[in-house]
C-alpha cells in the first residue's frame, strides 16, 4: 500500500495530463474525420471514433497495470519481451493479414492488431538493458555487435513484412546511441549516404565519383596529409588518362564511369600503401569511407532503376520535385496541403471542414490526420499541436536526463527518439517535407495498436521514473 502510495506522488503528473491532451485533442479529430453533421449517428460501432475509444478505455486500464508492476521487471523480462515479439512479427508474415501491400496485422474479428507498435518498446527495453550491463562501450566490438543484433533483427523481419515505414523507425535509436558515446562518425555517414542518395537522381554517377574525389582530397588536405594528396592526384590524374585512351581504343566510346574509377583505385592503392609504411590509419579509415560511399552510390542508383516499384519510384521524384504527379503518387500530399492550406488562420471550425467532409484526401483518419488539425483548427490549431509535441518531447528528455540508472536513460532517450521520428516524419509527410512512408502521429492517428503501442512506450518510462533516484539493475 504504501509503495503504492510512493508510486502515486512519484508521477509525473506534468507529462501525464499532456498525453491526456493529445489523446482527447487526436480523438475530437479522427470524430471530424469520419462523421457527417448532417447524419448524428454517435453510437455506430462502425466507426472509427467508436473503436479509437475503445482502446483509449483498454489503454489506460493499461496504464493502471504498468504502475502497479515493479520497475525491476521491465529490466528483467525485457529480453523475454524481445523475443515474444520478435515471434509475432515472424508469425505476422505467415498469419497475418495483408493491407496496403503490407502483412503486418493479426486480425481477429473486425479487430486488427499491428505488433511491430509492441516491438518498437521491447526495443528500447532491450537496448536499454544491452547498454546498461557489463561496462557497455561502444569502443568494445563485442558490445556493438550485441547491440547492432538487437537493432537490426526487427528491422530485417519487418522489412519482409514489406512496411518500409515503420522500419526506418528504427533509425531513431541513433539518437540514444549518439547520447551514450557513439562516434559522430557515424552520423556523418548518414548525413553523407542521404546526400549521396539524393544526388544519384539528379546527377551523373561520374559526377558523383568526381564530387567524392574531391571531397577526399580536401579531407586529407585538411588533415595535414597535404603530401599524399598530390601524389594521389597525380597517380589518379594518369591512370585516368591511361584508362581513357584504353577504352576509347578498345570500345571507340569514351567510358568516364570506368576512367574515373580506374584512376581512384590506382591512386587509393598508391595512397593506402602510403599510409601503411608511414603508420597513418586515418587515411585508410577516409579511403573506406570514400569506397563506401561510391559503393553505396552505384548500389542505390541500381536499387532505385530495378528493385522499388514504379509507384515508389514515383513517390520519391514528386517529393523531390522532380516529377510532377498531382493525380498519382502526389495526389495525397497534394489534397493534404490544400486541406490545410484552406484552414487559414483560426480553421473553418469543428466538423465543418470540407476537404474532410468529402474524402479528398486519402487516410484522413490515419496517416494523414494532421490535415484535419490544418482544416477545421486552421494555424493556431496545427501550431498548438506542434508546440504541445516539442513541449512533451523536451520533457521527456528532462527526465531522461535526471535518471541515476542507465537503463531508465537509455530507455527514455529512447521513447524520445520515436516520438521525434513519429512527429518529424509524419508532420513532414503532411506538407510535402518528407516522403510517405506510413507511420502515424502519435496519439492522433487512429489506429487501436498504434494508441496502445504509444501509451505503453511513454508509461513504462513514467513507472521507471518514479524510481529515478535508484540504480535500476
Known amino acids: 500500500m504504501r509503495q503504492n502510495i510512493s508510486t502515486l506522488k512519484g508521477i509525473d503528473w506534468f507529462t501525464v495530463i499532456l498525453y491526456l491532451?493529445?489523446?482527447?485533442?487526436?480523438?475530437?479529430?479522427?470524430?471530424?474525420?469520419?462523421?457527417?453533421?448532417?447524419?448524428?449517428?454517435?453510437?455506430?460501432?462502425?466507426?472509427?471514433?467508436?473503436?479509437q475509444l475503445v482502446w483509449i478505455g483498454f489503454s489506460m486500464v493499461t496504464i493502471g497495470i504498468i504502475f502497479l508492476t515493479d520497475s525491476k521487471f521491465f529490466v528483467e523480462f525485457s529480453y523475454i519481451f524481445y523475443a515474444f515479439t520478435a515471434l509475432l512479427l515472424i508469425l505476422v508474415i505467415f498469419l497475418g493479414v495483408e493491407i496496403n501491400s503490407a502483412k503486418a496485422w493479426f486480425q481477429v474479428g473486425g479487430m486488427r492488431f499491428q505488433p511491430v507498435e509492441l516491438a518498437k518498446v521491447a526495443a528500447a527495453l532491450a537496448i536499454a538493458r544491452a547498454m546498461s550491463r557489463f561496462q557497455f562501450s561502444f569502443n568494445k566490438l563485442e558490445d556493438i555487435a550485441r547491440l547492432a543484433l538487437l537493432w537490426v533483427t526487427p528491422i530485417l523481419i519487418i522489412i519482409l513484412q514489406n512496411d518500409t515505414g515503420s522500419a526506418l523507425v528504427y533509425f531513431a535509436f541513433f539518437i540514444p546511441f549518439f547520447r551514450e558515446g557513439m562516434t559522430p562518425y557515424i552520423l556523418l555517414f548518414g548525413f553523407i549516404a542521404i546526400a549521396v542518395?539524393?544526388?544519384?537522381?539528379?546527377?551523373?554517377?561520374?559526377?558523383?565519383?568526381?564530387?567524392?574525389?574531391?571531397?577526399?582530397?580536401?579531407?586529407?588536405?585538411?588533415r595535414k596529409h597535404l603530401k599524399e594528396s598530390?601524389?594521389?592526384?597525380?597517380?589518379?590524374?594518369?591512370?585516368?588518362?591511361?584508362?581513357?585512351?584504353?577504352?576509347?581504343?578498345?570500345?571507340?566510346?569514351?567510358?568516364?564511369?570506368?576512367?574515373?574509377?580506374?584512376?581512384?583505385?590506382?591512386?587509393?592503392?598508391?595512397?593506402?600503401?602510403?599510409?601503411?609504411?608511414?603508420?597513418?590509419?586515418?587515411?585508410?579509415?577516409?579511403?573506406?569511407?570514400?569506397?563506401?560511399?561510391?559503393?553505396?552510390?552505384?548500389?542505390?542508383?541500381?536499387?532505385?532503376?530495378?528493385?522499388?516499384s514504379d509507384y515508389q519510384r514515383s513517390r520519391i521524384l514528386v517529393l523531390m520535385g522532380l516529377k510532377e504527379d498531382p493525380l498519382g503518387a502526389g495526389y495525397n500530399v497534394n489534397q493534404s496541403k490544400i486541406a490545410i492550406g484552406s484552414g487559414g488562420l483560426t480553421g473553418k471550425g469543428f466538423l465543418q471542414g470540407t476537404q474532410t467532409k468529402f474524402n479528398f484526401v486519402p487516410e484522413q483518419s490515419t496517416d494523414f490526420i494532421f490535415c484535419t488539425v490544418g482544416e477545421e483548427w486552421g494555424f493556431l490549431g496545427t501550431s498548438t499541436v506542434?508546440?504541445?509535441?516539442?513541449?512533451?518531447?523536451?520533457?521527456?528528455?528532462?527526465?531522461?536526463?535526471?535518471?541515476?540508472?542507465?537503463?531508465?536513460?537509455?530507455?527514455?532517450?529512447?521513447?524520445?527518439?520515436?516520438?521525434?521520428?513519429?512527429?518529424?516524419?509524419?508532420?513532414?509527410m503532411t506538407i510535402g517535407l518528407a516522403p510517405v512512408i506510413g507511420i502515424p502521429l502519435p496519439f492522433f492517428s487512429y489506429g487501436g495498436s498504434s494508441l496502445w503501442g504509444f501509451t505503453i512506450l511513454l508509461f513504462i518510462f513514467l513507472k521507471l521514473d518514479t524510481n529515478r533516484t535508484q540504480l535500476i539493475r
Open 230 to 308: 598530390l601524389i594521389g592526384l597525380a597517380v589518379a590524374g594518369v591512370s585516368y588518362g591511361i584508362g581513357t585512351f584504353i577504352f576509347k581504343t578498345e570500345t571507340g566510346e569514351t567510358n568516364y564511369d570506368m576512367a574515373l574509377i580506374t584512376g581512384m583505385i590506382a591512386a587509393s592503392l598508391t595512397v593506402g600503401t602510403i599510409a601503411l609504411l608511414r603508420q597513418f590509419p586515418k587515411i585508410g579509415v577516409y579511403l573506406l569511407l570514400f569506397w563506401s560511399s561510391v559503393v553505396f552510390a552505384y548500389s542505390t542508383d541500381y536499387i532505385f532503376e530495378e528493385v522499388l
Open 197 to 222: 542518395f539524393i544526388l544519384t537522381l539528379i546527377i551523373p554517377n561520374y559526377s558523383i565519383l568526381l564530387i567524392l574525389s574531391a571531397g577526399l582530397f580536401l579531407l586529407m588536405i585538411l
Open 386 to 428: 506542434v508546440i504541445l509535441f516539442v513541449i512533451l518531447l523536451m520533457r521527456l528528455v528532462f527526465l531522461a536526463e535526471r535518471q541515476h540508472s542507465d537503463f531508465s536513460r537509455v530507455y527514455g532517450y529512447s521513447v524520445a527518439a520515436i516520438f521525434f521520428f513519429h512527429i518529424a516524419i509524419n508532420i513532414g
Open 21 to 51: 491532451i493529445l489523446v482527447g485533442f487526436g480523438w475530437l479529430n479522427i470524430y471530424a474525420a469520419n462523421t457527417d453533421p448532417e447524419v448524428p449517428v454517435f453510437f455506430d460501432m462502425g466507426k472509427e471514433y467508436l473503436k
